[in-house]
């Protein structure tokens, strides 16, 4: 097999043999199984270990919801009772425009 490949000189053409072919082209498939070996391996590994954290992410998650639903309900009780308050009005005296003019 043949390859061309372009330098600083110039063109170049490289015979490459069938062995060293099959080496590469062994090489290559041997590094993709391991790849998705690697990457099932992985797989199994990740997938139960992220369902049990979302399990425990929801039950918690559930849990203060719940916290902050019975916190707002007590405010809410709280709230409906009667407030006192003392208020002054302050009134400011603005004279009227229209008289005025007159």
Known sequence: MRFQYRDASGMKVVNVPKW??????????????????LGAGLLLVLV????VAGLFARWRLRRILRDAEAAAR?????????????????????????????
Not at 48 to 51: A, D, N, T
């Open 74 to 102: 007590t405010r809410q009780d709280a709230a409906q009772g009667v407030i006192e308050v003392d208020y002054k009005v302050v009134e400011e005296k603005r004279d009227d425009p229209r008289k005025e003019r007159r």
């Open 20 to 37: 060293a072919m099959a080496i590469f082209g062994i090489l290559a498939v041997a590094l993709g199984l391991t790849v998705l070996v």
């Open 48 to 51: 139960p270990v992220l369902i």
